[in-house]
């Protein structure tokens, strides 16, 4: 057992999907989220930067005592997971886009998949992809620009709605009848996406997965927290506190900055 935060972090805000979900899973264990808004997007960088921003996220979490991290971000964990995993000793969590579930609920045997850059050119989406195509066809659309305008706190602007117009029509087209969002910001697009889809689109994402995911590693690795004591959630950012105050609906939060 053990009483020590667990550690999330993120290019941004995106992965307070899956700090809420861990959140509600978990009730007992206190969290460290870090996002690192003032370098969003990774996407864009190129693995080698990628893979050095999330080896700095990770000993800051652990220099602040995490016990487990949680890479809640799709484009750290399919360019950065196997190095953070060979250079600390705490285990790691990631989250990748969630080919498998759309592959076995898709009728059309056409998906699309809207990520970053990054995660769609790396080594590890393509090994996972790869698996499908026999069976599936993927349609990927880069989703430029998305992340900046969530982190600019402009979630619902008219701008947004272009760039998903823009970026659904050819999937549409294409007759896809399941959208993997695999981007932890794209998780709160899913209300726009209901009315910007036609009604036998599912929209997938995995960030109640990662939570179970989370559960199970601390309960295999005894470090689980099962008593009721102070359970702290904090937050750090060195980008716009108001986003997060926004996207959680709270203004009660501990919310601290970010010194790098
Ligand atoms: N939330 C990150 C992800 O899941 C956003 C990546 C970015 O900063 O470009 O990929």
């Given at each position: 057992m053990s009483f020590k935060p667990?550690?999330?972090?993120?290019s941004g805000v995106g992965g307070l999907s899956i700090w809420k979900e861990i959140r509600d899973m978990l009730p007992y264990e206190s969290t460290i989220y870090l996002s690192d808004s003032k370098h969003a997007p990774?996407?864009?960088k190129g693995q080698k930067a990628i893979i050095d921003l999330s080896i700095k996220n990770s000993q800051w979490l652990i220099d602040h005592g995490c016990k487990l991290i949680v890479v809640?971000?799709?484009t750290a964990t399919t360019n950065?997971?196997?190095?953070?995993?060979?250079?600390?000793?705490?285990?790691?969590?990631?989250?990748?886009p969630a080919i498998k579930p759309a592959a076995l609920q898709s009728k059309t045997k056409k998906i699309g998949i809207l990520a970053t850059e990054g995660t769609?050119?790396?080594?590890?989406?393509?090994?996972?992809?790869?698996l499908y195509l026999n069976d599936l066809s993927i349609i990927e659309q880069v989703g430029d620009g998305i992340v900046e305008l969530i982190e600019q706190g402009k979630l619902n602007s008219n701008e947004m709605r272009d760039l998903l117009i823009k970026y659904l029509k050819p999937m549409i087209k294409a007759e896809i009848d399941c959208l993997v969002l695999g981007c932890t910001h794209y998780h709160f697009l899913k209300p726009i996406l209901k009315e910007l889809l036609p009604k036998n689109i599912n929209v997938i994402d995995s960030p109640e997965a990662v939570a179970r995911q989370t559960k199970?590693?601390?309960?295999?690795?005894?470090?689980?927290?099962?008593e009721v004591?102070?359970?702290?959630?904090?937050f750090y950012t060195n980008g716009?506190?108001?986003?997060?105050?926004d996207l959680l609906k709270s203004k009660k939060v501990k919310l601290k900055k970010l010194e790098f």
């Open positions: 667990i550690g999330i972090f993120d990774y996407g864009p809640a971000c799709n950065a997971i196997d190095q953070l995993r060979n250079k600390f000793s705490v285990p790691f969590i990631g989250i990748e769609l050119s790396s080594n590890l989406f393509h090994k996972s992809s790869e199970s590693v601390l309960q295999r690795c005894k470090l689980s927290n099962n004591l102070k359970v702290e959630s904090q716009n506190q108001a986003v997060i105050e």
